[in-house]
């Protein structure tokens, strides 16, 4: 059988080599159409491209990859924490892929698979369609994902609604009545909205103890300290301010203690407010919390993804980790 080139893949799809190379190294920079009809040339052919040929004559390129949005946020930081804990002791090399936009994720499962770089995948937080499964699938890059769900692949999940619900019950539980949200807004397409899965939470906790949420004691802005920091304020101006705040993390939980000092308005006396994530600042500012396991889960994640590798389980698992209430001094 004759070796399939990058220039049959080209001439199949109608394209220059050179952009058959960039689907393969850079295909966030070809539009999704050229993309997409490349990727299908590649997938009818059985186009193995060199890096992935000498990758399988070494028998395993020796990294593992995680692909990730918000890479400079606090809670990857401590995800990729568990993550490093767990490779230091294998012989395995982390690679960071940061994706800040739909079509960068989107190339980076279309090329990852093809070009052979990783022997593993750890994918957090980012959805993907089963167009992506399937070549990440036809391809052998064994995959864990953190924090989104798919029936061929084995994943970390956290419940974000049950901590918008353990947030709301203690609350509720510390006889709050007018309780108000900060979470985001302007989330990106390419990530999960978590902001939103833990209102629907909360809102539903509330609601089963016959609490309203109005829209009034709703405020979102793109995820900032500064932005948490000025809808407090706006929730503190209104006629009958919340006496109590769940924000949908650590970091914006932060700007709403600034706006309450700022204020005179004190906390928790006036103002009760809990935050999402159990950042390590958390602690040290005594913080009432919900605590995701975010080390855990990047531990647990790269165990199930070496002993895929190791040969020792081939079955696709799904660990729900448990969320925490941490009562400090807020609430």
């Given at each position: 059988?004759?070796?399939?080139?990058?220039?049959?893949?080209?001439?199949?799809?109608?394209?220059?080599?050179?952009?058959?190379?960039?689907?393969?190294?850079?295909?966030?920079?070809?539009?999704?159409?050229?993309?997409?009809?490349?990727?299908?040339a590649?997938?009818?052919?059985?186009?193995?491209?060199?890096a992935?040929?000498?990758?399988?004559?070494?028998?395993?390129?020796?990294?593992?990859?995680?692909?990730?949005?918000?890479?400079?946020?606090?809670s990857?930081?401590?995800?990729?924490?568990?993550?490093?804990?767990?490779?230091?002791?294998?012989?395995?090399?982390?690679?960071?892929?940061?994706?800040?936009?739909?079509?960068?994720?989107?190339?980076?499962?279309?090329?990852?698979?093809?070009?052979?770089?990783?022997?593993?995948?750890?994918?957090?937080?980012?959805?993907?369609?089963?167009?992506?499964?399937?070549?990440?699938?036809?391809n052998?890059?064994?995959?864990?994902?953190?924090?989104?769900?798919?029936?061929?692949?084995?994943?970390?999940?956290?419940?974000?609604?049950?901590?918008?619900?353990?947030?709301?019950?203690?609350?509720?539980?510390?006889?709050?009545?007018?309780?108000?949200?900060?979470?985001?807004?302007?989330?990106?397409d390419?990530?999960?909205?978590?902001?939103?899965?833990?209102?629907?939470g909360?809102?539903?906790?509330?609601?089963?103890?016959?609490?309203?949420?109005?829209?009034?004691?709703?405020a979102?802005?793109?995820?900032?300290?500064e932005?948490?920091?000025?809808?407090?304020?706006?929730?503190?101006?209104?006629?009958?301010?919340?006496?109590?705040?769940?924000?949908?993390?650590?970091?914006?939980?932060?700007?709403?203690?600034?706006?309450?000092?700022?204020?005179?308005?004190?906390?928790?006396?006036?103002?009760?407010?809990?935050?999402?994530?159990?950042?390590?600042?958390?602690?040290?500012?005594?913080?009432?919390?919900?605590?995701?396991?975010l080390?855990?889960?990047?531990?647990?994640?790269?165990?199930?993804?070496?002993?895929?590798?190791?040969?020792?389980?081939?079955?696709?698992?799904?660990?729900?980790?448990?969320?925490?209430?941490?009562?400090?001094?807020?609430?």
């Open positions: 059988m004759l070796t399939v080139t990058v220039y049959d893949v080209a001439k199949k799809a109608g394209v220059s080599i050179t952009t058959v190379s960039r689907v393969l190294n850079s295909p966030e920079k070809v539009n999704k159409a050229t993309r997409a009809r490349i990727l299908a590649i997938d009818e052919l059985g186009f193995v491209p060199k992935e040929a000498v990758a399988r004559a070494r028998k395993g390129s020796g990294r593992i990859g995680v692909l990730a949005p918000f890479f400079t946020y606090p990857f930081v401590q995800r990729l924490q568990g993550v490093t804990a767990v490779l230091d002791d294998s012989p395995y090399e982390l690679v960071i892929y940061n994706v800040d936009s739909s079509s960068r994720r989107d190339g980076y499962l279309a090329s990852l698979p093809l070009t052979r770089r990783l022997d593993g995948l750890v994918i957090m937080a980012l959805p993907f369609g089963d167009d992506a499964a399937k070549r990440l699938l036809s052998g890059l064994v995959t864990v994902l953190i924090e989104f769900t798919h029936p061929s692949f084995s994943s970390i999940e956290i419940d974000n609604q049950a901590g918008g619900r353990l947030a709301a019950q203690y609350l509720v539980e510390q006889g709050h009545r007018r309780c108000a949200f900060v979470g985001d807004t302007d989330l990106p390419y990530a999960i909205p978590t902001s939103d899965q833990r209102l629907v909360y809102r539903a906790a509330l609601s089963a103890a016959g609490i309203s949420l109005p829209e009034s004691y709703i979102l802005a793109p995820h900032s300290l932005n948490a920091r000025q809808l407090t304020h706006r929730l503190l101006d209104l006629p009958e301010p919340p006496t109590a705040i769940f924000a949908a993390s650590d970091t914006q939980a932060m700007g709403v203690l600034k706006a309450a000092r700022e204020r005179g308005v004190a906390v928790p006396g006036e103002l009760a407010v809990v935050g999402f994530d159990d950042l390590e600042i958390a602690n040290y500012i005594g913080l009432t919390t919900i605590r995701q396991p080390a855990e889960s990047g531990r647990v994640a790269v165990d199930l993804l070496l002993a895929r590798l190791a040969g020792h389980s081939r079955s696709v698992q799904h660990i729900r980790l448990p969320l925490t209430l941490v009562r400090r001094e807020t609430a």
